[in-house]
Structures are given as structure tokens and as C-alpha cells.
Nanobody, 115 residues
């Protein structure tokens, strides 16, 4: 099981930016597909962005052009740069690691966008 620790959440006004980080304990981190999910109150958890071991990325339509996922294999870390934040981006954001049909989750970090 991979240990994942998210950081970087917080309070921000609409239009602002945050960068989330997820540090992974796996020594073979570079082989993992990584993703960021979010869950807002009363809603199901949804995929925000993902990045494969080869660096290919996908995004939810709601965040395309505003969010960017990246990874640093040398430091076992995946990032989510979030720009032009909106109130509807408010949620707990979770990091996910996936390899060989096994998924691991972080504890989540709260992002709140308020006026």
C-alpha cells in the first residue's frame, strides 16, 4: 500500500490560485498512475485530473484550461496547479495512486473558494 500525504489546500477568493501537492511513499513511484479527485458536500467523489506513468494527462471538463496536473518522479510527488478558482471548486481533494489494479488514497485536503 502506498502512503499518500496531500498538502496545499486552504481558503482562497474566486479567481485565485492554489497548488496541491501529494507526496508518495512508493519507491517505484514512477510506475504509478496518479490522480486527483474531489468530493463536495452531498456529492459523489469525482475525478479532477490524472497523469499516467508516461506523463499523459486527462482532465474533467469543468477544470480544463484552469487546472494542471504534473509529477516529479525524482521526489515522488504529484501536483495539481489550480488557477481561476471558482466557488464550485470547493471540495475535499484526494490524491490517488493506481498500479496493477490496486488503488491507494490520501487523507484529503480541503479547498474552499469563497467571496
Amino acid at each position: 500500500q502506498v502512503q499518500l500525504v496531500e498538502s496545499g489546500g486552504g481558503l482562497v477568493q474566486p479567481g485565485g490560485s492554489l497548488r496541491l501537492s501529494c507526496a508518495a511513499s512508493a519507491s517505484n513511484f514512477r510506475f504509478y498512475a496518479m490522480g486527483w479527485y474531489r468530493q463536495a458536500p452531498g456529492k459523489q467523489r469525482e475525478l479532477v485530473a490524472s497523469i499516467t506513468s508516461g506523463g499523459s494527462t486527462t482532465y474533467a471538463d469543468s477544470v480544463k484550461g484552469r487546472f494542471a496536473i504534473s509529477r516529479d518522479n525524482a521526489n515522488n510527488t504529484v501536483y495539481l496547479q489550480m488557477n481561476s478558482l471558482k466557488p464550485e471548486d470547493t471540495a475535499i481533494y484526494y490524491c490517488n495512486a493506481y498500479l496493477l489494479a490496486r488503488a491507494s488514497w490520501g487523507q484529503g485536503t480541503q479547498v474552499t473558494v469563497f467571496s
